[in-house]
């Protein structure tokens, strides 16, 4: 069993950044793929960012691609979201998670086993 917890949301103005983190527990994150997702009211969750379980790959869809940065630290069991230029319709749930199996496709929610409660990121205009 993993244990996410996400922190760093909060509110910031058009054009800012946020850190987001994501620490784990229960049991090591080595040899997971994680994912961060986001999900507006009234909007299906969507794919924001994943990362393989040695950093090496990492995967965006164009929405994010050049201003969110994933990454991770395997040893401190944490996955982090930099996020950089920030627009309004940035605003979401932010949720990181893991996957067991790298062979999964990686942008399909459905694909993760485990899940944090989330943490609010809110853009203003």
């Known amino acids: 069993q993993v244990l996410l917890v996400e922190s760093g949301g909060g509110l910031v103005q058009d054009g800012g950044s946020l850190r987001l983190s994501c620490a784990a527990s229960?049991?090591?994150?080595?040899?997971?793929?994680m994912g961060w997702f986001r999900q507006a009211p009234g909007k299906e969750r969507e794919f924001g960012a994943a990362?393989?379980?040695?950093?090496?790959?990492?995967y965006y869809p164009d929405s994010v691609k050049g201003r969110f940065t994933i990454s991770r630290d395997n040893a401190k069991n944490t996955v982090y979201l930099q996020m950089n230029s920030l627009k309004p319709e940035d605003t979401a749930v932010y949720y990181c998670?893991?996957?067991?199996?790298?062979?999964?496709?990686?942008?399909?929610?459905?694909?993760?086993?485990?899940w944090g409660q989330g943490t609010q990121v809110t853009v203003s205009s």
């Open positions: 998670a893991a996957s067991s199996d790298y062979r999964r496709t990686w942008y399909d929610a459905t694909n993760y086993d485990y």
């Open positions: 229960g049991r090591t994150l080595y040899g997971f793929v």
């Open positions: 990362i393989s379980w040695n950093g090496g790959t990492t």
